[in-house]
């Protein structure tokens, strides 16, 4: 099995970018499909963006399409979340996620191993 850990996350004001880290190991990160996403105080955890093996699928959900940008690097054991244009909404847990099955799958029950999360806040 895969262990994931998050790093990157922080307080930045509103307009702001970070860009979110997701290192792990036990297994090549290769093997997985990878997905973000995020819980604010109070709600349910929700879908913030996939990408599959290969990086050729990748699917983002709408409130941060054409904001935020998930990508790989596998000979690095590493997946990313660049979000730029940051707003106050934005402000969550963000939390990594590996799935065995190599389909798309917003499904936060659908993915199999999870990292702890790391904290985004985006101050007006």
């Known amino acids: 099995q895969v262990q994931l850990v998050e790093s990157g996350g922080g307080l930045v004001q509103a307009g702001g970018s970070l860009r979110l880290s997701c290192a792990a190991s036990?297994?090549?990160?290769?093997?997985?499909?990878m997905g973000w996403f995020r819980q604010a105080p109070g709600t349910e955890r929700e879908f913030v963006a996939a990408?599959?093996?290969?990086?050729?699928?990748?699917y983002y959900a709408d409130s941060v399409k054409g904001r935020f940008t998930i990508s790989r690097d596998n000979a690095k054991n590493t997946v990313y979340l660049q979000m730029n244009s940051l707003k106050p909404q934005d402000t969550a847990v963000y939390y990594c996620?590996?799935?065995?099955?190599?389909?798309?799958?917003?499904?936060?029950?659908?993915?199999?191993?999870w990292g702890q999360g790391t904290q985004v806040t985006v101050s007006s």
């Open positions: 996620a590996a799935r065995e099955r190599v389909v798309f799958s917003n499904s936060e029950s659908s993915y199999d191993y």
């Open positions: 036990g297994r090549t990160v290769s093997s997985y499909y």
């Open positions: 990408i599959s093996r290969s990086a050729t699928g990748i």
